[in-house]
């Protein structure tokens, strides 16, 4: 085989490549400016309520993402379940109000598995002896470049009540958001101009406030499973902070800033 047609071999593998990559951000960029069927919002209005109060703006954005979602995400029925156009709006709808005014984007995700409730997962801990398997009721789990594993009934009714604080698409969502930068740890990829200083303050003094508090038998704004660790108190938060922004920006108003100015978002302001 002579130089100039490897060359050429070279070039037009090298022009094959650069054609993908133009043709995967032009779909992108269509995805993202299209609109929903006139059906499919009329779904995500009932099974999603709170995106009837997002400024429309917002709302516009949040249907190209979601369907950009759809198009990445293969949604695989678990135990027999039949996964339905509603389950996929409901699980996108919920997953991209995390994103929907921020640059970030669920790069490594391709699989969301929908079971019909809750599953089973095993956990092994350790006494500095022995290794013991423990088997548990999951609602929800969230993997490092993905999978997202949902528990289909308590996905239906975290995005049906927007306002009792629990949401498990959100809290895996907000996992999964967390792992953006690398680590699942409570410290996300910051906005340009977000300090890293302002950022650990407030999030500190509320997770230390949160595990005082249940410790002492007290309520918490926030679900108490977030006293678990860094990353949990993250994700409660983020559900917290979708669901009654009005009481945490009155009772955490520092935390509630940081997580506006992270997700580019004030839900205490939505109608």
Known sequence: MTP???L???LLGAAFVLYRGYAKRRRRRALLASALSAEQRATVERLVPLVRRLPEPT????????NLFLDQITFRGQNGLEVSDDMRLSIAAQACLLIVNSPVWYDTLRNVLIYPSAFLTNRDTHDGQFVHENTHATLGESWARGPVILAWDHALQGGLDAEDGHNVVIHEFAHQLDGLSGHTNGIPLLRKGQAYAGWEKAMLDAFQDQVRRVENGQSTLIDPYGATSHQEFFAEAIVTFF????????QMPALYEQLARLLALDPAQWN
């Open 4 to 6: 100039w047609i490897i």
């Open 59 to 66: 709302r516009a954005a949040l249907e190209g993402k979601i």
């Open 243 to 250: 669901e009654r922004p009005l009481a945490m920006r009155d």
């Open 8 to 10: 050429g071999i070279a």
